[in-house]
């Protein structure tokens, strides 16, 4: 499964982005995607999920009510629509596959064995 994204760019605080990650291809054995993020210095850390065949979805606290992750099945793509941005969330985005299948497990960074290449959110303050 090879993941792409692409979205990310230079936004002012209080703005919007929305990234978008396709997969190659998509086997009977991917159960959730993810979206993380790792800002200079610090350790990637979770985002959000997204169970592929029911649209369950799970947000880190820092980006509940803010973030929203969709898919378009048929593209065998997810999104990501980031509102009310703040500089506290300039990172690198990662989107990632996984096919385990424990919700609390799909927080965690050793449930993703396929991930993208990342790309750069910077938001101004």
Request: with cysteine; charged share 15%; hydrophobic share 35%.
């Amino acid at each position: 499964v090879r993941l792409v994204e692409s979205g990310g760019g230079l936004v002012q605080a209080g703005g919007s982005l929305k990234l978008s990650c396709a997969a190659s291809e998509f086997t009977s054995s991917t159960y959730a995607m993810a979206w993380f993020r790792q800002a200079p210095g610090k350790e990637r850390e979770f985002v959000t999920f997204i169970i592929w065949s029911t649209g369950t979805t799970y947000y880190a606290d820092s980006v509940k009510g803010r973030f929203t992750i969709s898919t378009d099945n048929p593209k065998n793509t997810i999104f990501l629509q980031m509102d009310n941005l703040n500089p506290e969330d300039t990172a690198v985005y990662y989107c990632a596959a996984s096919s385990v299948r424990t919700d609390l497990l799909l927080r965690t960074l050793k449930a993703y064995v396929y991930w993208g290449q990342g790309t750069q959110v910077t938001v101004s303050s």
